[in-house]
């Protein structure tokens, strides 16, 4: 169906059921200059019973500096919950953790609505400083506007 809007050019948007989403852990205790990569291949040799969707590194909202935090998205197959075993990670001690979703609602960074993630959206890119055709991060505008123009 997807494919079929997207040839169409119908706009869309998709909200995947939960037993599809994946199954989101934090790793506390890992070395904040660890590759992401190397997290991944040392997982997959600890754990082949897991699958590895995604590795990412949390970083300080404030500051924009990368945290020893990182969040794992994992593939939901029945062994998932093995990962909280695990004490000791490249030759640290470590804390797994659920991954605690923030408050408040999903936001689209392609389309910025509301409610889907930009992985299942279909709607044109759009940005929230000019309203041109181009995700907000790549805007060349990089200063605070007078009068700003709101997208909705």
């Avoid at 890992?30 to 990412?56: F, N, Y």
């Avoid at 953790?97 to 890119?125: D, E, I, L, V």
């Amino acid at each position: 169906m997807q494919k079929f809007c997207r040839e169409e050019k119908i706009e869309f948007y998709v909200s995947r059921p939960l037993s599809e989403r994946p199954f989101k852990i934090v790793m506390k205790g890992s070395h904040r200059e660890t590759d992401i990569e190397e997290i991944k291949s040392e997982l997959a040799i600890a754990l082949p019973e897991i699958q590895i969707l995604k590795v990412g590194q949390l970083k300080n909202v404030r500051t924009k500096t990368p945290m020893d935090i990182f969040m794992i998205e994992l593939k939901k197959n029945g062994h998932e919950n093995k990962i909280f075993e695990l004490t000791h990670f490249m030759f640290l001690k470590i804390k797994i953790q659920n991954y605690r979703k923030p408050p408040g609602s999903t936001q689209c960074w392609n389309y910025n609505m509301f409610n889907h993630s930009s992985a299942n959206c279909g709607f044109p890119t759009r940005c929230l400083k000019c309203d041109e055709d181009h995700r907000t991060n790549k805007c060349p505008i990089t200063t605070p506007q007078e009068n700003p123009k709101c997208i909705n």
